[in-house]
């Protein structure tokens, strides 16, 4: 019996509690008697306490990969994130808040959340917080803060955006505040609104120069041609009354002032035409192109009296457009057709389309009169430039502008090609899109 | 102004060399026979509806008006508003005659009632003839609305 009972303690002693070996040896807990009663419980208890070690064990490894993840997320996170315990005190500080706030994680440990919000707003921040506590029931329970002031440990400030949650029932109580520094968003969002605001001036301003303009364009409508009108005529009164007793040179004078009088009252309309050119709506309808550019040879039939003229009209699709500024550009391109082909025995005039690769229709008139050198082919559309002297062609070099500022009113280009004496050809097209542009008419 | 000798042509004119101008093309094709010149809106209004020394509306009235838009004091879509809105002188025929090619001003003067409107050209020739076929059509070839009863001012 002693020596059982010696085998039985020889056999705790020597048991492997870490690898779960608490069993009595074999032949003590198979003998009939108490000892071996008692050997046998032992072992099963030992059995159930193994058990209840290895679920232990594999419970506190699960929990540390979940620690270990949960810590893993928060060293990782974008996002700031400090843990505070109900008196406000920092326990957690994960290292974006470090960098965030400018601080190590050991010198917030402990410290007052305090220390990260300017003065200013303590009052107001702990204000938040306690009444996040009191209505905050769960612990899911997520409460937006919004946009409030931090300061870093240098003492500057600037804004983040904070959530805050709370956790912990029957232990501490504590607050977790998910913090982003919008600085460079409260930067994006004021460019964005300072830019607005110097749109919508901008805007106002071009309302109000728009305005100007009419009011000037009324006014030199008024007021301009009124002086014209009495040079122009008290120059003819003065011819026509007393024109037979002065000499002719005095007569040469008198009509010079006359014609530019009238001259500039041209230049006045054409200036008009123009402005009214910017300023008009767009009323754009589908327009059938080849019965406009008929409506224009017909209105145009006075300039081409007593001449020999040929004229072709090819294919000319339809488009959509402003009907009445359409018919300005045709007019001022078949007219300049006419005007430069004076000087040739037969004019010819072609008026036709070409289709662009992208399928722009691009409409042209050409003609076999002066032409003009390219080298100041930039010039010709704009207001007042002129490539002929006005004694070999009339004209106040409004026209072209007018037909640029249409074109390009309704999305589209004008360009022309010459060779000089032997005509040019003007192109044109009254939508947005990439064009082809032909190549040098042969 | 005479209230007895009846008036053929009212010109509302403030521009004294347009004045000049439009009279020297009246006379060169003999229209211009009774002529009352108003140089700006004032006067043009208180030659056709009286003032308060001279009360009363004109009981001739004349046959034709010609209206310059842009007057002094009150302009001419003023003097065509209280012509055209007043019974008694609705029915003198107003031609508004000016520099303007606006369209806001010829929109303006037929919604208010004119009877014509004629842009004035800068080239003199064409001027004196504008003012002669106006001379001729309003005093010549147009007939007038007979004076109505009432068109006297009932004082």
Known sequence: MGGRLAGLVDGLENADPANGDLHVAQHIAGSADEIGALARAFNAMTDRLHASYCKMKSEIAERQRAEERLAGVIISAMDGIITVNTRREIVLVNPAAERMFGYRADDLQGKALDILIPERFHAVHTGHVENFGRTGVTNRAMGHLGRIVACRADGSEFPIEASISQMGGSEERLYTVILRDITLRVAVEAEAKALTTALQRRVEERDHAIQELEAFSYSVSHDLRAPLRAIDGFSRLALEEHGDQSDPELQRYLRMCSENAKRMGQLIDDLLGLSKVGRQVLKSRVVDAVKQVHECLAQLESEREGRQIEITVGDLPSYEADPGLVQQVWMNLIGNALKYTTKVATAQIEIGSLLAQNDTVVYYVRDNGAGFDMRYADKLFQMFQRLHRAAEFPGTGVGLATVARIVRRHGGRVWAESTPGAGATFYFTLREGEIYVPLQAS | ?155
């Open chain 2, 1 to 155: 102004m005479s209230l007895f000798k009846p008036v053929e042509l009212l010109l509302v004119e403030d521009n004294p060399f347009d004045e000049e101008l439009a009279l020297k093309a009246l006379r060169k094709h003999h229209l211009a026979n009774d002529i009352v010149i108003a140089r700006d809106g004032a006067e043009a209004l208180d030659f056709i509806f009286g003032t308060e020394s001279v009360s009363g509306v004109l009981e001739d009235p004349p046959r034709v008006i010609l209206l310059d838009l842009n007057l002094p004091k009150i302009g001419g879509l003023e003097v065509l508003r209280q012509l055209k809105g007043d019974a008694r002188t609705r029915t003198i025929p107003v031609v508004v005659m000016t520099s303007s090619a606006e369209e806001s001003d010829l929109i303006d003067s037929y919604q208010l009632g004119a009877n014509s409107y004629v842009v004035k050209p800068v080239d003199f020739e064409e001027y004196t003839e504008v003012v002669r076929v106006l001379g001729r059509y309003w005093l010549l070839c147009n007939k007038t609305a007979p004076s109505a009863p009432d068109n006297t001012l009932q004082v």
